[in-house]
């Protein structure tokens, strides 16, 4: 059985903007926004495969419950992942409002 990471996005994908010396406004919230949107289909992807090992594990299909429980955690997982970042961005954003000018 192979084993396999359980990042949720690739390090050359966000190596890839700094690589570059001068960047528009522009253009960095068309990185940012793109490397937002992959990893949210990331994370889609694992519960999707989750979902899918489920259903074949509840019909009677070829499929062994250790991967069924190992595609639930890892589902599991990017999901909990992402909602504290997504929690940690609130609380910075919060913060800089906060912040008096």
Do not use: W
């Not at 001068?22 to 960095?28: D, E, R, T």
Request: hydrophobic residues 45%; charged residues 15%.
């Amino acid at each position: 059985m192979a084993i396999e990471s359980v990042s949720m996005f690739n390090v050359a994908q966000v190596n890839a903007p700094m690589a570059t010396n001068k960047v528009s406004s522009s253009q960095a919230q068309e990185n940012f926004g793109d490397f937002l949107q992959s990893a949210i289909n990331s994370v889609n992807e694992t519960q999707k495969a989750s979902d899918v090992a489920t259903n074949k594990l509840i019909n009677g299909g070829n499929i062994e419950l250790h991967e069924v429980m190992i595609a639930s955690q890892k589902s599991s997982i990017a999901l909990n992942a992402t909602l504290e970042i997504r929690n940690k961005v609130v609380e910075a954003y919060q913060e800089i409002m906060r912040m008096q000018v």
